[in-house]
């Protein structure tokens, strides 16, 4: 492929994206779509899973905005291999990201 | 061949997957960007797509790649003359994981080699706070990419401190788009979930050619506390040694993290390289530098994040540059294929 095309391509895409973005800054409520935030903080007490999460994962990126139960076990799974996670670590962090 | 093989593995991974349970469906993650990058006048612009590939299998095992296309846009003269561009596609990563235990996993294939903390952790585009990598990332990590196995795990892990590990053998390769040096290696790391505070020491002993060793330290800290998160790595081998350190500071504290201010992030990087002796192909600068950068991050909503940063590079025996950067990236998470939400 050209640079110039895969530059373009890339270029438009990304500022598409921010455009959107920009616009929906401030705007209130979300669609209701088949993706999910993941698991709130109930009674500002975290759960096991968003403790676990903040203490390996969150220590270099943010959870997903947004995350289905579909995709959830392959980040679960990624995370453990790459954060050297427990099989409990796996399973709390799965539920989480997709309660 | 490289491609016939690359076919043929995923026409395999398509048909194994699919006859999987529709729990374990494949995800494509990763990031996009676009980048300008200004040093002493001359100006390059870089877009580039790293899909992440993510197969689980089963309840232990994982089929996991990376890749890298980047096109390369500069001025034909450097200051003048029409632009150019050359593209580049790498394959970072491509290896099957196995979770023995909680305490083991095994890989083989194509991976990042576990040196520090930048290569594994940092480098993908959407997680560095800044476009390009430290200057001694090249120490110890032969390009970054090694092919062979990998044995990696907690050896303990409790609520108080948990001890990681890696160790791997890398074969030598020549074949297209899998190079890599025969070396070995590993790391250890302890870290501690009360203050998140990390620290890890590495080695990496290349087992051709001349035979040399490298030595690294990495501290990684992100208190609870604070929007706060301090990471650095020290690193030796024969070619020289340096450091970096970085700090970032997301403003969340006023307002909060999705406020005009609150999403804005100061960042501030040192790093040092001191020049021991001349090794051909090292990938590290050829003679003393240093260089600070600071720079800005601002992290709109749906994954997409602006950044600019400025650095000074100063060479031992060349002229101080100027080091201006612009990007914006974004993270993108989808199914490999469409289906029911649950």
Redesign the interface.
Known sequence: MKPWIFAAVTLVCLSSLSVAAFAQTGAKGSTNNQKSKPAPTTHGSPSDGEKRFQANCGRCHNAPEDISPREARAVARHMRVRAMLSAEDEKLILEFLAP | MATRVLCLFLLALFAITSASA??????I?GG???FSATQGGITF?Q???AP?L???LGEKW?I?SRAD?R???SREDGTTGP?Q???FDTLEYLQI?Y?A???L?V?AGRFLTPFGIFN???SAL??NKFQDAPVIAAIGTAEGYSDGFML???LI?NGRY?V???AYFSTLSNVNKFESERSTGGRVGIFL?GT?L?VGTSYERTLQDQHMNSFGADL?W?P?QLPL?IKGEWAHSPSGHGYWVQGSYRLSQLGNANS?IGRLEPVFRMQQFFRNQQIAGDSLPSTNMRRPDIGLNYY?????R?NGSYGREYLSHSTDTNVWEFG?T??F???LWP????
């Open positions: 529709q729990s374990d469906v494949p995800i993650s996009a960007g676009f612009l877009p580039v797509v992440v993510a197969v689980p994982l996991e296309l096109g390369f846009i632009y561009g050359q593209f994981d979770n235990n909680s305490r996993t890989t594994e952790r940092i959407w997680i990696r795990g907690a892990s948990a990681n590990y890696t979930p998140r990390e990684s992100a609870y998160e005009a709109l909503p749906h994954e997409i602006l914006i974004y993270r998470l989808f199914p289906g029911e939400s649950k």
